[in-house]
């Protein structure tokens, strides 16, 4: 039979995605032209209006060619549109609407986001299977799994263990529940994770007994699974071992979609290929793109080489190299030739420049300067430009973005997720919690007093009657998110440092039960203060108050109600708040309804004996921990590109699938390029579909680096048309020299240093 599906396959910027797209308005298309052969299920077969049943089913059994529409028309179906991640998810989805007028209604999800709506979607069904108990389910995030998951295993997780594994507590519990998401994400039932593990790991007495790990990991599914609550191991675990197998859902599954269209499959978990299996057998039609220099999630939970065997079931297109105007064509060949055999003596083009200093910091203020200097000269415009390095440490970041702000150059950090702690409104309302609920007072001292009132005492003015406003531009400056005090330095503030300092000096009165701020002429020269400072400050102590009663009273519903009262009262006031704040208060909001949520079901499950407030410290002790970032949503600005600089580590701007005139590889000596600027997770290579279980020896490790710097070479030069700049420095920002794979790239292009 001939196969409709499509494998597209090319290197990046090949046009696979548009390529994607068009098969599709090909398929759609076709719908015009045989109108009388249009059929579906509700209405049977009509003269002149379908294709019956029968009919359908002896062409299809013959081999005969079936206009590819029929498949998308025969129970009105959906089309499922996957991507790799939501911004590229979100890009593809318009794209097709777009294309198509809007007129076929079009799902686009990630793999894992699909999966997540599948189980929550088929939930009655998995409780009847599993005999589970009948409540909905609720998703746990990153970082409440690993506190639970902690709680739960603490008791086994003695300071031998932590010796053995060489890791401290929240590390070795990252890592065991990575092994739950690594496995179900291939495929593998939680109870095979033990077996796996013994023969990947074989005579390997630096880890953990294996049966150990998996006995862990059971006892924390069927804990989560017992009280309704899902992880992303769990939830890709349920449907891939009980909803893919299950007939109900497998009918459900064909009425609803009969297209499937997937972008880089070579970033999905090995769980996608079933799926589309399922799919392609039901007589679904398909389109996928696989990009050859892609792979950006391999040692993640992806694989790229079983999803590669789904281009046997369909028909394969080349698709030709990276466009003209990118280096990949001009560049690659050399560069990954100098990169494996550094002996060959070669010179680059003089397209690829080399910045050479002796210590980081030297390197990072040229860097700066020579884009500075590029953009003033009209020679690039900042959305041209690309800062790409393996790893982005606060210093390098702050660094840069601090030179090019004060050359008016604007810097948009890519996926900067920064914990919430960092930011001083964040603390303030932690602090501010700790001073209304009563027994939190050893998580309050002076200095957070202090910040608390900077922050809580912003002047309540009108954007468009005063000089003092929030410029609009300022809402998406990039240092907000660098060094979150200039954001509360640039908004005007009725309380200053110094006079907040002075009052927590004078006016806070510390106690482990009750914390409390005196009134304001406790401090013999209050007078200093000033009555603008002094009128702020006796409103915060007067709101305060009215909390601290209300709350006596219980007449606050929760925590969560408090924060909004405060965010309403002194942070909003129907001012502009810059960006990055109001993701931080939006995430905090949000962290904090899913924490009380998880909290009211464990208490429903198995009440236990607490002080009525031990929740709002675990609360504020994990928000500082670090544990938790802001993440931003939308991402894409409003209106269009924006005009700025991109900073982004290589992970993070291979998987934006973006592209720019210039590109600064920074850091170019460093030995983490070949680690592709993330780390793989312990045990990935042990749950590849095609070794399952077998060692990963030093060899493996050895040519898996090699192959993923071929592929980052490949994949970066497709995305840059004009000029490379490798920027290395002698020394690392510890201190050592730096010897990476890329060294050699460096030294081929000597002669063309800037300096």
Same mark, same amino acid.
């Given at each position: 039979?001939?196969?409709?599906?499509?494998?597209?396959?090319?290197?990046?910027?090949?046009?696979?995605?548009?390529?994607?797209?068009?098969?599709?308005?090909?398929?759609?298309? +076709?719908?015009?032209?045989?109108?009388?052969?249009?059929?579906?299920?509700?209405?049977?077969?009509?003269?002149?209006?379908?294709?019956?049943?029968?009919?359908?089913?002896?062409?299809?059994?013959?081999?005969?060619?079936?206009?590819?529409?029929?498949?998308?028309?025969?129970?009105?179906?959906?089309?499922?549109?996957?991507?790799?991640?939501?911004?590229?998810?979100?890009?593809?989805?318009?794209?097709?609407?777009?294309?198509?007028?809007?007129?076929?209604?079009?799902?686009?999800?990630?793999?894992?986001?699909?999966?997540?709506?599948?189980?929550?979607?088929?939930?009655?069904?998995?409780?009847?299977?599993?005999?589970?108990?009948?409540?909905?389910?609720?998703?746990?995030?990153?970082?409440?799994?690993?506190?639970?998951? &902690?709680?739960?295993?603490?008791?086994?997780?003695?300071?031998?263990?932590?010796?053995?594994?060489?890791?401290?507590?929240?590390?070795?519990?990252?890592?065991?529940?990575?092994?739950?998401?690594?496995?179900?994400?291939?495929?593998?039932?939680?109870?095979?994770?033990?077996?796996?593990?013994?023969?990947?790991?074989?005579?390997?007495?630096?880890?953990?007994?294996?049966?150990?790990?998996?006995?862990?990991?059971?006892?924390?599914?069927?804990?989560?699974?017992?009280?309704?609550?899902?992880?992303?191991?769990?939830?890709?675990?349920?449907?891939?071992?009980?909803?893919?197998?299950?007939?109900?859902?497998?009918?459900?599954?064909?009425?609803?979609?009969?297209?499937?269209?997937?972008?880089?499959?070579?970033?999905?978990?090995?769980?996608?290929?079933?799926?589309?299996?399922?799919?392609?057998?039901?007589?679904?039609?398909?389109?996928?793109?696989?990009?050859?220099?892609?792979?950006?999630?391999?040692?993640?939970?992806?694989?790229?080489?079983?999803?590669?065997?789904?281009?046997?079931?369909?028909?394969?297109?080349?698709?030709?190299?990276?466009?003209?105007?990118?280096?990949?064509?001009?560049?690659?060949?050399?560069?990954?030739?100098?990169?494996?055999?550094?002996?060959?003596? +070669?010179?680059?083009?003089?397209?690829?420049?080399?910045?050479?200093?002796?210590?980081?910091?030297?390197?990072?203020?040229?860097?700066?300067?020579?884009?500075?200097?590029?953009?003033?000269?009209?020679?690039?415009?900042?959305?041209?430009?690309?800062?790409?390095?393996?790893?982005?440490?606060?210093?390098?970041?702050?660094?840069?973005?601090?030179?090019?702000?004060?050359?008016?150059?604007?810097?948009?950090?890519?996926?900067?997720?920064?914990?919430?702690?960092?930011?001083?409104?964040?603390?303030?309302?932690?602090?501010?919690?700790?001073?209304?609920?009563?027994?939190?007072?050893?998580?309050?001292?002076?200095?957070?007093?202090?910040?608390?009132?900077?922050?809580? +005492?912003?002047?309540?003015?009108?954007?468009?009657?005063?000089?003092?406003?929030?410029?609009?531009?300022?809402?998406?400056?990039?240092?907000?998110?660098?060094?979150?005090?200039?954001?509360?330095?640039?908004?005007?503030?009725?309380?200053?440092?110094?006079?907040?300092?002075?009052?927590?000096?004078?006016?806070?009165?510390?106690?482990?039960?009750?914390?409390?701020?005196?009134?304001?002429?406790?401090?013999?020269?209050?007078?200093?203060?000033?009555?603008?400072?002094?009128?702020?400050?006796?409103?915060?102590?007067?709101?305060?108050?009215?909390?601290?009663?209300?709350?006596?009273?219980?007449?606050?519903?929760?925590?969560?109600?408090?924060?909004?009262?405060?965010?309403?009262?002194?942070?909003?006031?129907?001012?502009?708040?810059?960006?990055?704040?109001?993701?931080?208060?939006?995430?905090?909001?949000?962290?904090?309804?899913?924490?009380?949520?998880?909290?009211?079901?464990?208490?429903?499950?198995?009440?236990?004996?607490?002080?009525?407030?031990? &929740?709002?410290?675990?609360?504020?002790?994990?928000?500082?921990?670090?544990?938790?970032?802001?993440?931003?949503?939308?991402?894409?600005?409003?209106?269009?590109?924006?005009?700025?600089?991109?900073?982004?580590?290589?992970?993070?701007?291979?998987?934006?699938?973006?592209?720019?005139?210039?590109?600064?590889?920074?850091?170019?000596?460093?030995?983490?390029?070949?680690?592709?600027?993330?780390?793989?997770?312990?045990?990935?290579?042990?749950?590849?579909?095609?070794?399952?279980?077998?060692?990963?020896?030093?060899?493996?490790?050895?040519?898996?680096?090699?192959?993923?710097?071929?592929?980052?070479?490949?994949?970066?030069?497709?995305?840059?048309?004009?000029?490379?700049?490798?920027?290395?420095?002698?020394?690392?920002?510890?201190?050592?020299?730096?010897?990476?794979?890329?060294?050699?790239?460096?030294?081929?292009?000597?002669?063309?240093?800037?300096?």
């Amino acid at each position: 039979m001939v196969s409709h599906s499509v494998w597209i396959v090319g290197t990046s910027r090949s046009g696979k995605t548009a390529r994607l797209v068009e098969q599709f308005c090909n398929w759609v298309k +076709s719908e015009n032209k045989d109108t009388e052969l249009f059929y579906t299920k509700s209405q049977g077969r009509k003269k002149g209006d379908g294709l019956s049943a029968t009919r359908y089913a002896n062409a299809n059994a013959k081999g005969d060619r079936i206009p590819e529409f029929l498949y998308l028309k025969q129970t009105e179906p959906g089309v499922l549109v996957l991507a790799a991640n939501d911004d590229n998810r979100r890009e593809l989805g318009d794209r097709i609407v777009t294309s198509t007028l809007g007129k076929y209604p079009v799902r686009a999800k990630t793999p894992l986001g699909f999966f997540q709506d599948e189980v929550i979607l088929f939930w009655p069904l998995l409780i009847n299977s599993l005999n589970l108990k009948a409540q909905f389910p609720v998703r746990l995030r990153p970082e409440t799994e690993q506190e639970l998951a &902690t709680k739960l295993w603490r008791p086994q997780l003695d300071e031998e263990i932590l010796r053995i594994a060489g890791v401290n507590e929240s590390r070795l519990v990252r890592r065991i529940l990575d092994l739950l998401q690594l496995a179900a994400y291939s495929g593998i039932p939680c109870e095979d994770i033990a077996q796996i593990l013994a023969r990947g790991l074989g005579e390997n007495t630096t880890t953990l007994e294996p049966e150990f790990l998996g006995s862990l990991l059971l006892d924390w599914r069927n804990w989560c699974l017992e009280r309704g609550l899902l992880t992303y191991g769990i939830i890709t675990e349920l449907y891939s071992q009980h909803l893919l197998s299950d007939r109900n859902y497998q009918q459900h599954l064909a009425k609803r979609y009969q297209a499937v269209l997937a972008d880089d499959v070579d970033d999905y978990p090995s769980v996608a290929r079933l799926l589309f299996e399922l799919l392609l057998d039901q007589g679904a039609v398909g389109a996928f793109s696989y990009n050859l220099d892609g792979a950006v999630r391999l040692g993640l939970g992806a694989d790229p080489n079983y999803l590669e065997g789904l281009a046997e079931r369909c028909r394969v297109e080349i698709l030709t190299g990276p466009p003209p105007e990118s280096l990949g064509e001009q560049l690659t060949q050399q560069m990954v030739e100098l990169v494996t055999e550094p002996m060959i003596l +070669s010179s680059l083009p003089e397209i690829v420049h080399s910045i050479e200093t002796t210590s980081r910091g030297q390197l990072l203020r040229q860097t700066a300067e020579v884009i500075a200097n590029a953009i003033q000269s009209q020679q690039v415009q900042p959305e041209q430009v690309a800062i790409i390095a393996p790893g982005l440490d606060a210093i390098a970041r702050y660094t840069l973005v601090e030179i090019l702000v004060k050359q008016n150059i604007q810097v948009q950090s890519l996926n900067d997720q920064r914990p919430l702690i960092s930011s001083p409104i964040i603390r303030a309302l932690l602090t501010m919690l700790a001073l209304v609920y009563p027994g939190l007072g050893r998580l309050v001292d002076r200095d957070a007093v202090a910040e608390m009132l900077v922050v809580l +005492s912003r002047k309540q003015q009108s954007p468009e009657n005063s000089t003092d406003a929030i410029n609009p531009t300022d809402a998406m400056n990039p240092t907000d998110a660098i060094n979150p005090t200039d954001a509360i330095n640039r908004v005007s503030t009725n309380i200053d440092p110094v006079r907040a300092g002075l009052i927590a000096d004078y006016c806070f009165l510390p106690h482990p039960d009750r914390p409390n701020l005196l009134p304001v002429s406790a401090f013999e020269r209050w007078d200093r203060i000033g009555y603008a400072a002094t009128t702020a400050y006796n409103e915060i102590l007067e709101w305060l108050e009215q909390q601290r009663s209300q709350q006596e009273l219980r007449l606050i519903p929760s925590p969560i109600s408090l924060l909004d009262r405060a965010i309403q009262r002194f942070l909003w006031n129907g001012s502009n708040l810059p960006y990055e704040q109001l993701a931080a208060l939006r995430e905090l909001l949000e962290t904090a309804q899913h924490y009380w949520e998880i909290d009211t079901r464990l208490r429903q499950i198995a009440p236990v004996e607490t002080t009525p407030h031990t &929740t709002i410290i675990e609360f504020i002790q994990l928000l500082r921990r670090g544990t938790i970032t802001a993440n931003p949503y939308p991402v894409r600005p409003i209106s269009g590109v924006r005009k700025a600089v991109t900073l982004a580590t290589i992970f993070q701007y291979r998987s934006s699938r973006r592209s720019h005139r210039w590109h600064f590889w920074l850091d170019a000596g460093s030995p983490l390029w070949a680690k592709g600027g993330a780390a793989t997770l312990f045990g990935a290579p042990f749950f590849l579909r095609d070794r399952l279980g077998e060692p990963w020896t030093a060899e493996d490790e050895k040519l898996a680096e090699e192959q993923r710097l071929r592929r980052i070479l490949a994949d970066l030069l497709s995305r840059v048309s004009e000029r490379v700049y490798l920027c290395h420095s002698d020394l690392a920002v510890n201190g050592q020299e730096q010897l990476g794979p890329l060294l050699p790239l460096v030294n081929a292009c000597v002669t063309h240093s800037v300096i």
